[in-house]
């Protein structure tokens, strides 16, 4: 077991959530060595705030801390930080380090990259959130953990001032294939809950009356808590992105058709949440598909 808060721990990914994981940890008396981001401003702003170092490159966070947290966007970003041909990336210094990964990418990913950091004599976990902003800052996030199990041990007490619920899932890619398809659950009653919203508006009912009537009945859910008076009234400040919605769907449409599963209404939520993104309109919150339904938002097709 390691004491983690005598160890360094650095990070890689500074945003919405990356950096309030770091607040967090802070706050709570671990110490915060290092950030890094491709965008440098984040990593400076955070850097200033928590009084750390700003890192130059992944590699540079791997050198000085013995456990590094990565909260990448995507299986390119994920990749990029694990390449061994590159001695900028996190394997440059990957030896007797935890690389514990937050990000939703494909199992695939988290497998490869497992391998590839035992083969440079280090240890991975990947620790899927199924939370947002508020609660990556008060560290009652959502954490579902696979990897090794004695490598869950190794990074538990971390994890548990991070978390609310935590769970380990099974080996490297099985936590990833569940937060796929918790995100692609979502992701449909999203859509839906912006349909009936939209469809609500159209035939002239009241939708403060309508979401009451939801709420009560078993068009009740956690979406309609969350993004239904947001988008009555088109408040999609970003907790969630449509990006991040369209990416995470991808990859349960991906694993459906992996073992011969036909979805249609994952694959249509995808293609809504993708047209959002081609609209330009990714960086509002998953709520913002409501754009797509309502009469008289934009675009109309």
């Not at 309508?210 to 088109?234: H, I, K, P, Y």
């Not at 599963?261 to 694959?267: E, G, I, R």
Request: with cysteine.
């Amino acid at each position: 077991m390691m004491e983690e808060k005598n160890n360094r721990i650095g990070f890689v990914g500074v945003g919405r959530m990356g950096a309030n994981m770091a607040r967090r940890l802070r706050e709570v008396g671990y110490p915060i060595s290092l950030v890094y981001d491709v965008m440098a401003e984040k990593a400076r702003s955070l850097a200033e705030e928590l009084g750390c170092e700003v890192a130059r490159t992944p590699a540079r966070v791997a050198e000085v801390a013995p456990i590094v947290l990565t909260v990448v966007t995507d299986d390119t970003a994920m990749r990029g930080l694990f390449a061994a041909d590159d001695s900028t990336s996190l394997l440059a210094h990957a030896t007797g380090r935890l690389f514990v990964n937050c990000a939703t990418v494909s199992p695939e990913v988290h497998i490869d990259v497992e391998a590839l950091v035992e083969q440079h004599g280090g240890h991975t976990l990947e620790a899927c959130m199924a939370s947002s902003i508020p609660q990556a800052r008060a560290g009652t996030l959502y954490l579902m953990c696979g990897g090794k199990p004695e490598v869950f041990e190794r990074a538990k007490p971390l994890l548990e001032v991070l978390s609310a619920n935590l769970r380990y899932i099974g080996p490297a890619g099985q936590a990833a294939k569940v937060k796929a398809l918790v995100n692609m659950v979502m992701n449909i009653n999203t859509a839906g809950l912006a349909e009936g919203l939209g469809l609500g508006e159209a035939l002239g009912l009241d939708l403060g009356m309508l979401r009451e009537v939801f709420s009560q009945t078993g068009a009740a859910s956690r979406v309609l808590e969350t993004d239904g008076a947001d988008m009555q009234n088109r408040d999609h400040e970003c907790y969630f992105s449509a990006e991040h919605a369209a990416k995470d769907s991808g990859i349960a449409c991906a694993l459906a058709e992996s073992v011969g599963v036909t979805l249609p209404l994952a694959k249509a939520t995808w293609e809504q949440y993708q047209r959002l993104v081609a609209l330009g309109k990714g960086e509002l919150d998953k709520s913002g598909v409501a754009e797509l339904t309502f009469k008289d938002r934009f675009p109309r097709q």
